[in-house]
């Protein structure tokens, strides 16, 4: 019982942190941090449900209160401000998003349709908050993978829905004779200049926007030798991820690979336990995502006349597919 319970009370003290994140409770107390008069000055927050936070905060050990004033804990404090070069308050604010969709996953298991719409991406805000995350979520592995994927005779590469461009980053510094594409939606392409604009590939990039599942390839986009797919199509349907690879197939060179970096499952579809667990998010986000075997994702390829040529797990959440387009 004890261990159910736990798991049942955990959302507690997440939503406590994710509601912090959200309000910017960190950042309004950031150095010298503030008595609740003075938060409530600044914000116009509610009184009763301030003091009741900020008091939960300092009760799980993530504030520190003296006297009346309320502070980061000092150790905490660079990894909860929105300056954090790791973009985790960022990963906070989505994962309060995430939240709310979770909140009826039973209402999806019986089909009825969400109350709230989906998350729109293509608004401002939202996008730059998705797009950081995303950054916080994989910024320090991207080597690592881009490492794991053959480059050898490679000319062109595109990471296609890219977003903030820390893997195309990390293949444009391994290869310094690469010409590398980050294709995304016009909005996420933005955000990436400002977030790619200190990077000493930067002159290197080619950006492109295209919105891959809607509309036909762009014709500035060259033949490929490498199109690299990263955490994609977890967001599509296994039909709609299929007609991705079609419009792709065509684009790729005679012995070019589209490489797909995802959150595989294991064919028995139950483990790796994050994977699993990332599908229920795949359920409460998106209309049709999921998490996805290799054998799916190779039979997208090969219907695309696609050959695998190999499938590696770099990690519990990470799983490299290639796929090879016959010379």
Excluded: C
Aim: hydrophobic share 45%; proline share 8%; no cysteine.
């Amino acid at each position: 019982m004890d261990d159910l319970d736990r798991i049942a009370i955990g959302f507690q003290e997440a939503k406590i942190l994710l509601a912090a994140a959200e309000l910017r409770v960190f950042d309004l107390l950031k150095g010298e941090g503030a008595s609740l008069p003075a938060l409530l000055a600044k914000t116009g927050w509610d009184p009763r449900g301030a003091r009741i936070l900020l008091d939960a905060l300092v009760a799980i050990g993530l504030l520190d209160k003296r006297e009346g004033v309320y502070r980061n804990r000092p150790e905490l404090e660079p990894r909860l401000l929105e300056e954090d070069p790791d973009h985790f308050s960022w990963m906070l604010r989505h994962r309060n998003l995430m939240f709310r969709k979770w909140a009826s996953i039973e209402d999806r298991v019986r089909g009825v349709a969400p109350s709230e719409p989906r998350p729109q991406i293509g608004e401002a805000a939202a996008n730059e908050n998705f797009i950081r995350a995303m950054l916080s979520a994989s910024g320090r592995t991207a080597p690592a993978v881009a490492d794991a994927v053959p480059l050898e005779g490679v000319r062109t590469l595109a990471d296609i829905g890219g977003g903030p461009g820390h893997y195309l980053d990390a293949f444009a510094r391994r290869k310094p004779d690469l010409e590398p594409y980050l294709v995304d939606l016009p909005i996420t392409l933005g955000v990436a200049r400002k977030l790619l604009a200190r990077s000493p590939a930067f002159e290197r990039f080619r950006f492109v926007a295209w919105d891959a599942y809607a509309e036909p390839v762009p014709g500035v986009l060259p033949a490929l030798d490498v199109a690299f797919l990263s955490q994609l199509v977890h967001s599509e349907s296994p039909e709609a991820n299929r007609g991705l690879f079609a419009k792709l197939a065509p684009r790729i060179s005679p012995g070019g690979r589209i490489v797909v970096h995802e959150n595989v499952l294991d064919p028995g579809r139950s483990s790796p336990r994050a994977a699993a667990v990332f599908a229920v998010n795949m359920l409460a986000m998106t209309p049709g995502g999921s998490t996805y075997t290799e054998a799916e994702i190779v039979s997208w390829g090969e219907d695309a006349g696609l050959e695998r040529e190999s499938g590696a797990r770099l990690g519990e959440r990470s799983y490299l597919v290639v796929l090879r387009k016959p010379r």
